[in-house]
């Protein structure tokens, strides 16, 4: 189609107008395959009850410094080419380190595009999972009945076994939080951080320490000793890694 139009042009506006079409089309091919980079930014510890043991995009790994051999090897950070759709094709997969089922969870992307998040605000989006326990489900300042957004039914997420978080699923939300700042085809960074992850009994895991709800305080918690876990300290460390 684009050489009939071209065919019926004087020989000087055919040759200009032949530049601009396919420049255009080599930009948006450009775009359209641009370089894209995924970091795990989390630091992980031996009493984590959760780790990200794979992040992919369209069914391929992709290497964004997770650790995976003992004592200190991590997987490096590289950088790789996709399409615009990249983080509807990405997924990432957890895995449940304790000894205990895990109902509810979430994981935070953050877009760098949009800014660094430490000398410019950034954007973050929060893709939650399951269902918090209802004796968690309170507001820690006023004590009243709280429950977030977007929940779904409760996990059944036994020890030792691997979920996949599908970032499809929560395209619409991250539409949302990127729509007054960036458009979404545009990202081509983002970190990504475990969130706080809920057991069946309310015992909650959040920045590395595990926590009970105080039953005569709704919405406040009781640390538990920094050196708690819920299972056999080396198992799974790294996933995959029994000791």
């Not at 630091?43 to 290497?63: M, R």
């Not at 490096?76 to 990432?92: H, I, K, R, S």
């Not at 009994?201 to 926590?211: N, T, V």
Request: proline content about 9%; glycine content about 8%.
């Amino acid at each position: 189609m684009v050489a009939d139009i071209l065919k019926q042009l004087r020989p000087s506006v055919r040759l200009y107008t032949a530049c601009v079409v396919f420049g255009l089309v080599g930009a948006l091919h450009a775009q359209q395959t641009s370089e894209r980079l995924v970091k795990v930014n989390d630091v992980e510890h031996i009493t984590d009850a959760v780790l990200i043991s794979n992040v992919a995009v369209a069914g391929k790994t992709v290497e964004c410094g997770l650790f995976i051999k003992p004592p200190v090897v991590i997987q490096p950070v590289t950088p790789f080419q996709a399409g615009n759709d990249w983080l509807e094709q990405m997924t990432v997969s957890l895995i449940n380190r304790t000894g205990r089922t895990i109902v509810s969870g979430g994981i935070q992307l953050n877009f760098l595009d949009v800014g660094d998040c430490r000398s410019l605000p950034c954007v973050a989006s929060f893709l939650r999972f399951g269902r918090m326990p209802d004796i968690d489900a309170f507001d820690g300042r006023t004590g009243k009945p709280n429950r977030p957004a977007h929940e779904g039914p409760p996990l059944d997420w036994k020890p030792e076994q691997t979920i996949v978080v599908h970032v499809s699923e929560y395209m619409p939300e991250i539409e949302d939080d990127l729509a007054n700042h960036w458009p979404v085809t545009a990202i081509t960074k983002v970190n990504i951080y475990r969130g706080v992850f809920y057991f069946e009994d309310g015992m909650i895991w959040d920045l590395g320490r595990y926590s009970v709800p105080d039953p005569e305080h709704p919405g406040k918690f009781k640390k538990l000793p920094e050196d708690y876990f819920p299972g056999q300290r080396g198992h799974n460390w790294p996933p995959g890694y029994n000791n």
